[in-house]
């Protein structure tokens, strides 16, 4: 019957970190490794290379990369290779807050940015809540169309605005010019009223040194 060396292996588990299945004793020095009964002596033994840590038997993931890389390409997904149901393998609530995140995280952005004002960020905080943008292109869209039709609003408005304020300045001319007119008409039977007068009390002096 040979020397055990059960201690001799659970003590060289302990030094090198690993199992007992890992560690190899040399068979041709046995009786060496049989005087080893502590930690100590099983470093020496290790060092002098009697005890070894066997290495790690490959555990190859090639072809577990392959079938991944395979299902990313959508291969291998069909109804055979399913369990569980649509809502389990995939939950509406998951997607619907994967495009909340989406969209809200757009709306903050363009904020931030000045691309859109608070108000406009907040009528469409309220859209997106109500489920009527179903991905980020079209609120990008729908964006650019509300900008437009404010920039097209602001212009309309800026034009009406000039032309009022033109119509209010030609009002004005008019009726300065017609209060000018007004006054020279007025003016006018003055001063012939006037000429009149005279006229009467020019000839009237004359007449008195004749009776006299």
Same mark, same amino acid.
């Given at each position: 019957?040979?020397?055990?060396?059960?201690? $001799?292996?659970?003590?060289?588990?302990?030094?090198?970190?690993?199992?007992?299945?890992?560690?190899?004793?040399?068979?041709?020095?046995?009786?060496?490794?049989?005087?080893?009964?502590?930690? $100590?002596?099983?470093?020496?033994?290790?060092?002098?290379?009697?005890?070894?840590?066997? !290495? #790690?038997?490959?555990?190859?993931?090639?072809?577990?990369?392959?079938?991944? =890389?395979?299902?990313?390409?959508?291969?291998?997904?069909?109804?055979?290779?399913?369990?569980?149901?649509? =809502?389990?393998?995939? !939950?509406?609530?998951?997607?619907?807050?994967?495009?909340?995140?989406?969209?809200?995280?757009?709306? *903050?952005?363009?904020? #931030?940015?000045?691309?859109?004002?608070?108000?406009?960020?907040? $009528?469409?905080?309220?859209?997106?809540?109500?489920?009527?943008?179903?991905?980020?292109?079209?609120?990008?869209?729908?964006?650019?169309?509300?900008?437009?039709?404010?920039?097209?609003? *602001?212009?309309?408005?800026?034009?009406? #605005?000039?032309?009022?304020?033109?119509?209010?300045?030609?009002? =004005?001319?008019?009726? #300065?010019?017609?209060?000018?007119?007004?006054?020279?008409?007025?003016?006018?039977?003055?001063?012939?009223?006037?000429?009149?007068?005279?006229?009467?009390?020019? !000839?009237?002096?004359?007449?008195?040194?004749?009776?006299?």
């Amino acid at each position: 019957m040979g020397v055990s060396l059960l201690l $001799q292996k659970r003590l060289a588990a302990s030094v090198l970190k690993c199992g007992k299945r890992k560690i190899w004793l040399d068979p041709n020095e046995v009786n060496e490794i049989s005087m080893a009964n502590s930690r $100590q002596n099983i470093r020496k033994l290790v060092k002098d290379g009697f005890v070894i840590k066997k !290495p #790690e038997k490959v555990h190859s993931r090639f072809r577990a990369n392959a079938w991944a =890389e395979a299902k990313r390409k959508g291969r291998h997904t069909g109804h055979g290779k399913r369990k569980g149901a649509k =809502e389990a393998r995939m !939950p509406v609530k998951v997607l619907w807050m994967r495009r909340m995140r989406v969209l809200r995280r757009l709306l *903050k952005k363009y904020r #931030e940015a000045k691309k859109i004002d608070k108000h406009l960020y907040h $009528q469409l905080y309220l859209k997106a809540k109500g489920n009527e943008f179903k991905n980020k292109r079209v609120l990008m869209e729908y964006i650019h169309k509300a900008k437009k039709e404010k920039a097209l609003e *602001k212009t309309l408005a800026d034009q009406a #605005e000039a032309r009022r304020h033109k119509n209010k300045m030609a009002r =004005e001319r008019k009726a #300065e010019a017609a209060a000018v007119k007004a006054g020279k008409a007025i003016d006018a039977p003055k001063a012939e009223e006037t000429e009149t007068e005279e006229a009467t009390e020019a !000839p009237a002096a004359p007449r008195s040194k004749a009776k006299k």
